[in-house]
């Protein structure tokens, strides 16, 4: 299995400022996604990262609010902007595995005050 | 687009006593069905999957059930243990996409 960290682990934020969250993989890649989990939900996709090209965001999320980075096969980058208490998540990085799930990376845990 | 329906919300059990999740979903196109298991503070882990070309599949005291007329899949998980307390996730997703739909979790308390 692909081994997946992700930068930082937990962070703490005023409102208004914008935090980048790294997620490094072991192996080289071709589709990077990124799910955000608010208190107590399910896994929402924001977008997939793909490298050599645009973010595909998915209905509800936008590349002004959520850009993305994908500048190998082994990272991507995501930014939470102009943050409000609303973005306060869990933010989670995967990747494919053996042709079928998702696997996840630990996740960025945020908190926006 | 896809979407699934997940319940209960939350379930609670006694030690030793089994553990039934249900999901619908509403593409007939889906054909894997995987669940996820997250414990507090930690990531989702898949713990057992389904294609559609399958009715049943076990895992040691894990099951999961697919009805694909009803479009129906259960997890089941039998003499539960106070390591089972976490949240559980189905899914689904369609052939030639890695991208799956999730349901809105089912927390299980496992009491001693």
């Known amino acids: 299995s692909a081994v997946i960290s992700q930068k930082p682990s937990r962070d703490i934020c005023q409102r208004g400022t914008s935090l980048t969250i790294q997620c490094q993989v072991d192996s080289q890649v071709t589709m990077m996604f990124w799910y955000r989990q608010q208190p107590g939900q399910s896994l929402t996709l924001i977008a997939t990262a793909n490298q050599g090209s645009e973010a595909t965001y998915e209905s509800g999320f936008v590349i002004d609010k959520f850009p993305i980075s994908r500048p190998n096969l082994t990272f991507s980058t995501l930014t939470v902007s102009n943050m409000s208490p609303e973005d306060s998540s869990i933010y989670l990085c995967?990747?494919?595995?053996?042709?079928?799930?998702?696997?996840f990376g630990p996740g960025t845990r945020l908190l926006v005050l | 687009g896809e979407n699934v329906e997940q319940h209960p919300s939350t379930l609670s059990v006694q030690e030793g006593d089994s553990a039934v999740i249900k999901c619908t979903y509403s593409?007939?196109?889906?054909?894997?069905f995987p669940w996820y298991k997250q414990e507090l503070g930690k990531r989702p882990q898949l713990i057992i999957d389904?294609?559609?070309?399958?009715g049943e599949k076990k895992d040691q005291r894990i099951a999961v059930t697919l009805n694909k007329t009803a479009k129906h899949f259960s997890l089941h998980i039998t003499e539960t243990q106070p390591e089972d307390s976490a949240v559980y996730f189905c899914a689904a997703r369609k052939g030639g996409s890695y991208i799956p739909t999730f349901g809105r979790g089912t927390s299980l308390i496992v009491h001693p």
């Open positions: 593409d007939s196109a889906s054909n894997y």
């Open positions: 995967s990747v494919p595995r053996g042709g079928e799930t998702q696997y």
């Open positions: 389904i294609r559609s070309n399958v």
